[in-house]
């Protein structure tokens, strides 16, 4: 499974970015999906994940009302709608799949099998 984050940029504050994550494999429709970011530290933060139906999704408390996590199983895509952003949302984002199978979206990065190279974004205050 290859996954391949595009969409990142400079936006100003309030400003909006659709992130979009293009998956190979054909069985992209039974992977759940997720974004995690991570600004400079060590830590990766859980943003958003959604299960392999489009049927379930999480949010992360920061940007629940914000953000939107979507997929299109048959373009093997996963998309984040991020608006209203602040500078806080400032981070390199990354997409994640699940291969498990159960359809759970996952909040934990230990939780996923495969990780995009990430995609940067810079909100300007």
């Known amino acids: 499974v290859q996954l391949s984050e595009s969409g990142g940029g400079v936006v100003q504050a ?3 970015l659709r992130l979009t994550c293009a998956a190979s494999g ?8 997720g974004w995690f970011r991570q600004a400079p530290g060590p830590e990766r ?3 958003a994940a959604i299960g ?3 049927g379930r999704s ?3 408390d ?15 895509t996963v998309y984040l709608q991020m608006n209203s952003l602040k500078a806080e949302d400032t981070a390199v984002y990354y997409c994640a799949a699940d291969t498990t199978g159960n359809e759970m979206p996952r909040v934990t990065e230990y939780e ?6 990430g995609t940067q974004v810079t909100v300007s205050s």
Do not use: L
Request: a positive charge; proline letters at 0%.
């Open 45 to 47: 933060e859980f943003v």
């Open 14 to 16: 309030v400003g909006s």
């Open 62 to 76: 920061s940007v629940k009302g914000r953000f939107t996590i979507s997929r299109n199983n048959a373009e093997n």
């Open 58 to 60: 999480y949010y992360a």
């Open 26 to 33: 054909r069985t992209f429709r039974w992977f759940n999906m």
């Open 52 to 54: 392999w139906s489009g």
């Open 112 to 117: 996923y099998d495969y990780w995009g190279q």
